[in-house]
Protein backbone atom coordinates (compact mmCIF):
# COMPACT_ATOMS: atom_id res chain seq x y z
CA UNK A 1 0.00 0.00 0.00
CA UNK A 2 2.90 2.58 0.56
CA UNK A 3 4.53 1.75 -2.45
CA UNK A 4 1.21 2.99 -4.11
CA UNK A 5 0.84 5.67 -2.56
CA UNK A 6 4.50 7.03 -3.13
CA UNK A 7 4.15 5.77 -6.86
CA UNK A 8 1.06 8.03 -7.35
CA UNK A 9 3.29 10.83 -5.09
CA UNK A 10 6.01 10.49 -7.33
CA UNK A 11 3.85 10.57 -10.61
CA UNK A 12 2.29 13.86 -9.45
CA UNK A 13 5.28 15.69 -8.18
CA UNK A 14 6.28 14.23 -12.07
CA UNK A 15 3.39 16.33 -13.79
CA UNK A 16 3.62 19.34 -11.48
CA UNK A 17 7.51 19.68 -12.53
CA UNK A 18 6.80 19.23 -15.97
CA UNK A 19 3.26 21.65 -15.87
CA UNK A 20 6.36 23.82 -14.29
CA UNK A 21 8.40 23.63 -17.25
CA UNK A 22 6.39 23.52 -20.09
CA UNK A 23 5.52 27.34 -18.22
CA UNK A 24 9.01 28.36 -18.14
CA UNK A 25 9.37 26.82 -21.50
CA UNK A 26 6.66 29.02 -22.38
CA UNK A 27 7.23 32.25 -21.11
CA UNK A 28 11.15 32.20 -22.87
CA UNK A 29 9.72 31.27 -26.23
CA UNK A 30 6.99 33.78 -26.14
CA UNK A 31 9.88 36.28 -25.09
CA UNK A 32 12.41 35.62 -27.90
CA UNK A 33 10.03 37.41 -29.81
CA UNK A 34 10.74 40.71 -28.81
CA UNK A 35 14.64 39.98 -29.14
CA UNK A 36 15.99 40.51 -32.87
CA UNK A 37 17.21 39.17 -35.33
CA UNK A 38 13.72 38.73 -36.41
CA UNK A 39 12.99 36.19 -39.21
CA UNK A 40 9.61 36.49 -40.26
CA UNK A 41 10.47 33.98 -43.08
CA UNK A 42 10.23 31.31 -40.66
CA UNK A 43 7.04 32.62 -39.12
CA UNK A 44 5.33 32.44 -42.30
CA UNK A 45 6.87 28.60 -43.19
CA UNK A 46 5.83 27.26 -39.72
CA UNK A 47 2.12 29.25 -40.59
CA UNK A 48 1.89 27.27 -43.47
CA UNK A 49 3.28 24.40 -41.78
CA UNK A 50 0.99 24.14 -38.96
CA UNK A 51 -2.22 25.98 -41.09
CA UNK A 52 -1.88 25.61 -44.71
CA UNK A 53 -0.94 21.75 -44.99
CA UNK A 54 -3.80 21.17 -41.99
CA UNK A 55 -6.62 23.18 -44.67
CA UNK A 56 -7.88 19.89 -46.38
CA UNK A 57 -8.57 18.17 -43.18
CA UNK A 58 -10.43 21.01 -41.52
CA UNK A 59 -12.58 21.11 -44.16
CA UNK A 60 -13.22 17.39 -44.36
CA UNK A 61 -13.85 17.52 -40.74
CA UNK A 62 -15.84 20.68 -41.07
CA UNK A 63 -18.18 19.83 -43.77
CA UNK A 64 -19.30 16.23 -42.27
CA UNK A 65 -19.50 17.77 -38.47
CA UNK A 66 -22.07 20.42 -39.93
CA UNK A 67 -24.27 17.56 -42.09
CA UNK A 68 -23.98 15.49 -39.11
CA UNK A 69 -25.14 18.18 -36.31
CA UNK A 70 -28.03 19.36 -38.79
CA UNK A 71 -28.97 15.76 -39.27
CA UNK A 72 -29.41 15.12 -36.00
CA UNK A 73 -30.95 18.12 -34.96
CA UNK A 74 -33.71 17.95 -37.67
CA UNK A 75 -35.16 14.98 -36.07
CA UNK A 76 -35.03 15.84 -32.91
CA UNK A 77 -36.14 19.56 -33.43
CA UNK A 78 -38.61 18.61 -35.75
CA UNK A 79 -40.30 16.52 -32.96
CA UNK A 80 -41.41 19.82 -30.91
CA UNK A 81 -41.80 21.63 -34.55
CA UNK A 82 -38.74 23.94 -34.32
CA UNK A 83 -37.42 23.00 -37.20
CA UNK A 84 -37.00 26.93 -38.15
CA UNK A 85 -34.53 26.96 -35.29
CA UNK A 86 -32.00 24.55 -36.78
CA UNK A 87 -29.86 27.52 -38.29
CA UNK A 88 -29.18 28.16 -34.81
CA UNK A 89 -28.63 24.76 -33.26
CA UNK A 90 -26.11 24.46 -35.87
CA UNK A 91 -24.42 27.35 -36.07
CA UNK A 92 -24.00 27.66 -31.76
CA UNK A 93 -22.85 23.75 -31.78
CA UNK A 94 -20.32 25.40 -33.63
CA UNK A 95 -19.11 28.51 -32.58
CA UNK A 96 -19.54 27.60 -29.12
CA UNK A 97 -18.32 24.14 -28.80
CA UNK A 98 -17.37 21.55 -31.83
CA UNK A 99 -15.53 24.22 -33.97
CA UNK A 100 -12.75 25.06 -31.64
CA UNK A 101 -12.22 21.88 -30.00
CA UNK A 102 -12.28 19.81 -33.25
CA UNK A 103 -9.69 22.00 -34.86
CA UNK A 104 -8.03 21.41 -32.04
CA UNK A 105 -7.71 17.83 -31.90
CA UNK A 106 -7.59 18.00 -35.21
CA UNK A 107 -4.07 19.81 -35.36
CA UNK A 108 -2.95 17.96 -32.66
CA UNK A 109 -3.01 14.94 -34.30
CA UNK A 110 -1.68 16.27 -37.65
CA UNK A 111 0.69 19.16 -36.85
CA UNK A 112 1.31 18.91 -33.30
CA UNK A 113 2.95 15.38 -33.70
CA UNK A 114 4.75 16.57 -37.01
CA UNK A 115 6.25 19.20 -34.92
CA UNK A 116 7.22 16.63 -32.02
CA UNK A 117 8.29 14.25 -34.12
CA UNK A 118 11.13 17.44 -36.31
CA UNK A 119 12.05 18.49 -33.24
CA UNK A 120 12.58 15.35 -31.91
CA UNK A 121 14.84 14.56 -34.91
CA UNK A 122 16.69 17.49 -34.49
CA UNK A 123 17.64 16.84 -31.01
CA UNK A 124 18.69 13.41 -31.30
CA UNK A 125 21.05 14.53 -34.74
CA UNK A 126 22.59 16.99 -32.53
CA UNK A 127 21.03 19.85 -34.77
CA UNK A 128 19.89 21.46 -31.88
CA UNK A 129 23.05 21.37 -29.72
CA UNK A 130 24.72 22.77 -33.35
CA UNK A 131 22.49 25.71 -33.30
CA UNK A 132 23.69 26.68 -30.20
CA UNK A 133 27.29 26.15 -30.87
CA UNK A 134 26.70 28.23 -33.72
CA UNK A 135 25.87 30.82 -31.57
CA UNK A 136 21.99 30.62 -32.59
CA UNK A 137 19.52 30.60 -29.62
CA UNK A 138 17.37 27.11 -30.80
CA UNK A 139 14.46 28.24 -28.80
CA UNK A 140 14.00 31.65 -30.97
CA UNK A 141 14.87 29.52 -34.28
CA UNK A 142 12.95 26.67 -34.00
CA UNK A 143 10.69 27.06 -31.20
CA UNK A 144 9.17 30.21 -31.33
CA UNK A 145 7.82 30.62 -34.57
CA UNK A 146 6.13 27.59 -34.64
CA UNK A 147 4.29 29.12 -30.86
CA UNK A 148 3.79 32.53 -32.84
CA UNK A 149 2.10 30.41 -36.12
CA UNK A 150 0.50 28.35 -33.28
CA UNK A 151 -1.47 31.35 -32.15
CA UNK A 152 -2.28 32.83 -35.75
CA UNK A 153 -3.21 29.47 -37.51
CA UNK A 154 -5.68 27.58 -35.24
CA UNK A 155 -8.19 30.20 -34.96
CA UNK A 156 -8.19 30.91 -38.38
CA UNK A 157 -8.95 26.97 -38.94
CA UNK A 158 -11.58 27.35 -36.67
CA UNK A 159 -13.32 30.09 -38.34
CA UNK A 160 -13.19 27.97 -41.63
CA UNK A 161 -14.54 25.08 -39.46
CA UNK A 162 -17.22 26.98 -38.45
CA UNK A 163 -18.01 28.47 -41.98
CA UNK A 164 -17.73 24.99 -43.74
CA UNK A 165 -19.54 23.67 -40.76
CA UNK A 166 -22.27 25.76 -41.35
CA UNK A 167 -22.70 25.52 -45.24
CA UNK A 168 -22.79 21.63 -44.52
CA UNK A 169 -25.85 21.83 -42.08
CA UNK A 170 -27.57 24.00 -44.56
CA UNK A 171 -26.75 21.24 -47.51
CA UNK A 172 -28.48 18.77 -45.21
CA UNK A 173 -30.99 21.08 -43.45
CA UNK A 174 -32.51 23.10 -46.55
CA UNK A 175 -31.32 21.85 -49.64
CA UNK A 176 -32.20 17.87 -48.13
CA UNK A 177 -34.49 17.95 -45.53
CA UNK A 178 -36.34 20.88 -46.70
CA UNK A 179 -36.16 23.46 -43.91
CA UNK A 180 -37.15 27.06 -45.02
CA UNK A 181 -33.42 28.93 -46.28
CA UNK A 182 -34.63 32.13 -44.86
CA UNK A 183 -35.70 30.40 -40.96
CA UNK A 184 -32.25 28.87 -41.48
CA UNK A 185 -30.10 31.47 -41.35
CA UNK A 186 -32.96 33.95 -40.05
CA UNK A 187 -32.89 31.43 -36.81
CA UNK A 188 -29.18 31.43 -36.78
CA UNK A 189 -28.58 35.56 -36.79
CA UNK A 190 -30.99 36.04 -34.36
CA UNK A 191 -29.29 33.15 -31.81
CA UNK A 192 -25.13 33.29 -32.32
CA UNK A 193 -24.22 36.68 -30.22
CA UNK A 194 -20.79 38.07 -30.02
CA UNK A 195 -19.85 36.52 -26.31
CA UNK A 196 -20.42 33.65 -28.53
CA UNK A 197 -18.04 34.22 -31.09
CA UNK A 198 -15.43 35.81 -28.79
CA UNK A 199 -15.66 32.62 -26.75
CA UNK A 200 -14.81 30.51 -29.77
CA UNK A 201 -11.90 32.93 -30.58
CA UNK A 202 -10.24 32.45 -27.29
CA UNK A 203 -10.85 28.93 -27.10
CA UNK A 204 -9.13 28.25 -30.22
CA UNK A 205 -6.36 30.86 -29.28
CA UNK A 206 -5.53 28.91 -26.19
CA UNK A 207 -5.86 25.79 -27.70
CA UNK A 208 -3.71 26.47 -30.31
CA UNK A 209 -0.81 27.90 -28.20
CA UNK A 210 -1.43 24.98 -25.73
CA UNK A 211 -0.90 22.82 -28.80
CA UNK A 212 2.11 23.65 -29.92
CA UNK A 213 3.53 24.36 -26.72
CA UNK A 214 3.12 20.75 -26.03
CA UNK A 215 4.59 19.53 -29.37
CA UNK A 216 7.73 21.51 -28.82
CA UNK A 217 8.47 21.05 -25.76
CA UNK A 218 7.92 17.27 -25.45
CA UNK A 219 10.19 17.28 -29.21
CA UNK A 220 12.57 19.64 -27.49
CA UNK A 221 13.21 17.47 -24.33
CA UNK A 222 13.05 14.09 -26.68
CA UNK A 223 15.23 11.34 -25.38
CA UNK A 224 17.73 10.13 -27.59
CA UNK A 225 16.80 7.72 -30.50
CA UNK A 226 13.98 6.61 -32.53
CA UNK A 227 11.95 5.22 -29.61
CA UNK A 228 12.54 8.80 -27.88
CA UNK A 229 10.78 10.11 -30.67
CA UNK A 230 7.86 7.72 -31.74
CA UNK A 231 6.87 7.84 -27.35
CA UNK A 232 7.58 11.88 -27.50
CA UNK A 233 5.07 12.14 -30.59
CA UNK A 234 2.48 9.70 -29.04
CA UNK A 235 2.58 11.48 -25.54
CA UNK A 236 2.13 14.95 -27.70
CA UNK A 237 -1.34 13.63 -29.37
CA UNK A 238 -2.54 12.12 -26.44
CA UNK A 239 -1.63 15.06 -23.43
CA UNK A 240 -2.60 18.00 -26.16
CA UNK A 241 -6.16 16.17 -26.52
CA UNK A 242 -6.29 15.83 -23.19
CA UNK A 243 -5.94 19.42 -22.68
CA UNK A 244 -8.07 20.84 -25.53
CA UNK A 245 -11.10 18.80 -23.37
CA UNK A 246 -10.29 20.22 -20.61
CA UNK A 247 -9.34 23.68 -21.63
CA UNK A 248 -12.50 23.61 -23.00
CA UNK A 249 -14.47 22.89 -20.11
CA UNK A 250 -12.91 25.53 -17.86
CA UNK A 251 -13.45 28.22 -20.57
CA UNK A 252 -16.89 27.48 -21.55
CA UNK A 253 -17.60 27.63 -17.41
CA UNK A 254 -16.38 30.61 -17.66
CA UNK A 255 -18.22 32.35 -20.59
CA UNK A 256 -21.45 30.93 -19.41
Not at 31 to 55: C, D, M, N, V
Not at 166 to 174: D, F
Request: glycine share 12%; aromatic share 8%.
Amino acid sequence: MVKIFRHLGQRTLNMIQEAGGMVIFLLEGLGLAFAPPFRPRRLLQEIYKIGGKSTLIILLTAAFTGMVLALQGYYTLRKYGSEGALGAAVALSLIREMGPVLTGIMVSARAGSAVTAEIGIMRITEQLDALDTMAVNPVQYVVMPKLLAGLLAVPLLTAIFDVVGILGGYLVGVVLLGVSSGSYFASMKQSVVALDINGGIVKSLVFGLTIILVACYKGYYTEHGAEGVSKATNQTVVLSAVLVLAWDYILTSFFM
